[in-house]
């Protein structure tokens, strides 16, 4: 059961953040009054200028698991380095099953990947890049992966500096 929402939000007079419920899952257990519902839920946040986000949540009810996933996403960002419109250098990477690559486009190509991986490039602000999930079709562990793509991900600069040149 996957739903999409995009919202605005506002976050402490920093640049605006948008919102974007990723997954949502329900579980059911079965109790002697009947069936007793708790949920969780993938939430993104992002600027569209570099800064991304994600929280997971659990709650027994999805309006709190989604609030709770919200506040773990803000805590949790990072900036994404970009070169121009793209990222700077191919990478692969792998989490529990997940494996993902992604490799630089050429302005204009657009974001081409899987529904949870263009969510997290969209609202990272990434215009042009070419990804595709080679593993694990859970949501969690693609959104995980991506992420630690993105925190290896490293400009031109940053490897001159590392390497003492210029």
Known sequence: MSKHSETPKKDKGESELNEKVLYVNRCSKVVKGGRKFSFS???LVG??????????AKANELTDAI?????AARKNMVVCPREGSTIPHEIIVH??????????????????AGSKVRAVLE????????AKNLGSSNPINQVKAT????????????I???????
């Open 123 to 130: 609202l990272a602000g990434i215009d042009d890049v070419m």
């Open 47 to 56: 600027d569209g200028n570099g800064r991304i986000g994600y929280g997971f």
């Open 147 to 158: 992420f630690q793509a993105i925190e290896e991900l490293s400009t031109r600069e940053a």
């Open 160 to 166: 001159k500096q590392r390497r003492g040149i210029g």
């Open 67 to 71: 609030r709770k996933g919200g506040e």
């Open 41 to 43: 839920a993938l939430i």
């Open 95 to 112: 989490w529990d099953g997940a494996t993902i690559l992604f490799k630089p486009a050429p302005a204009g190509t657009g974001i081409i």
